[in-house]
């Protein structure tokens, strides 16, 4: 998929302590414009987005990411502010997220909520943000999204997202809801590595080279000029 699939969210979570939403503490943020993938088909995220997208997020859950079938990278903010500044105090207001839980839900139905541990990640204190990659999607819910697409091309669902963790005095918190459309389907995305024709249509540059986040959802595809012949 390329840029027409792309979307953002304009609904922006408040951030939550415990269960209660508090835009002083940690806060889901936006869904970020994912960047060119390199030469070499990495893609590097910086601390804060760019730009946010825009519509509905696509993925095939036929896809065998190891993450799941979508991903995507989600700024969190850290709006609680530094205690560093006190006399002989030490700074314990940076947050570590370490892990997300997501409910998806379509029409008529709700899974379970999936509770999907990360590896820690420090958020800068006092203000301070990272970009995170959330497993929108997690590869455990594949297969049960799959069996209900049966007998139709395409499934909406709504993803709702909270992160959890803990700040550097040991106090816990979680997040509130941040809401994630998406459109879904099985197979209907072939693998551009394998079929690089669907992914790159120039013939002045033919070689499929990545996506960003990842290849069989929405993402931004690079292409470069065909190898140099021997």
Same mark, same amino acid.
């Given at each position: 998929?390329?840029?027409?699939?792309l979307a953002l969210l304009a609904a922006l979570a408040a951030a939550g302590s415990g269960?209660?939403?508090?835009?002083?503490?940690?806060?889901?943020?936006?869904?970020?414009? =994912?960047?060119?993938? +390199? @030469?070499?088909? $990495?893609?590097?995220?910086?601390?804060?987005? !760019?730009?946010?997208? &825009?519509?509905?997020?696509?993925?095939?859950?036929?896809?065998?990411?190891?993450?799941?079938?979508?991903?995507?990278?989600?700024?969190?903010?850290?709006?609680?502010?530094?205690?560093?500044?006190?006399?002989?105090?030490?700074?314990?207001?940076?947050?570590?997220?370490?892990?997300?839980?997501?409910?998806?839900?379509?029409?008529?139905?709700?899974?379970?909520?999936?509770?999907?541990?990360?590896?820690?990640?420090?958020?800068? =204190?006092?203000?301070? +943000? @990272?970009?995170? $990659?959330?497993?929108?999607?997690?590869?455990? !819910?594949?297969?049960? &999204?799959?069996?209900?697409?049966?007998?139709?091309?395409?499934?909406?669902?709504?993803?709702?997202?909270?992160?959890?963790?803990?700040?550097?005095?040991?106090?816990?918190?979680?997040?509130?809801?941040?809401?994630?459309?998406?459109?879904?389907?099985?197979?209907?995305?072939?693998?551009?590595?394998?079929?690089?024709?669907?992914?790159?249509?120039?013939?002045?540059?033919?070689?499929?080279?990545?996506?960003?986040?990842?290849?069989?959802?929405?993402?931004?595809?690079?292409?470069?000029?065909?190898?140099?012949?021997?």
């Open positions: 998929m390329n840029l027409r699939a269960c209660v939403a508090n835009d002083a503490s940690v806060r889901l943020y936006g869904l970020c414009f =994912p960047p060119t993938p +390199t @030469a070499g088909g $990495l893609c590097a995220y910086p601390a804060a987005c !760019a730009s946010l997208v &825009l519509g509905r997020l696509e993925a095939d859950v036929a896809s065998e990411a190891v993450d799941g079938p979508l991903i995507w990278p989600l700024q969190v903010n850290n709006a609680r502010p530094s205690n560093a500044d006190r006399s002989g105090g030490t700074e314990t207001a940076w947050a570590v997220v370490k892990g997300f839980k997501i409910t998806i839900s379509t029409a008529t139905a709700s899974l379970p909520v999936l509770d999907v541990p990360i590896s820690s990640h420090p958020i800068n =204190p006092g203000g301070g +943000t @990272a970009v995170l $990659l959330v497993p929108l999607i997690p590869r455990a !819910a594949a297969t049960t &999204l799959s069996g209900a697409i049966a007998g139709a091309d395409i499934l909406d669902v709504t993803i709702e997202i909270k992160a959890y963790g803990s700040y550097g005095d040991g106090q816990d918190f979680e997040t509130g809801d941040f809401k994630v459309e998406a459109s879904l389907n099985d197979g209907l995305f072939p693998d551009p590595a394998l079929l690089p024709g669907i992914a790159c249509g120039d013939p002045a540059n033919p070689t499929y080279l990545g996506s960003c986040p990842q290849a069989r959802q929405s993402s931004v595809v690079a292409c470069g000029p065909a190898p140099a012949a021997p």
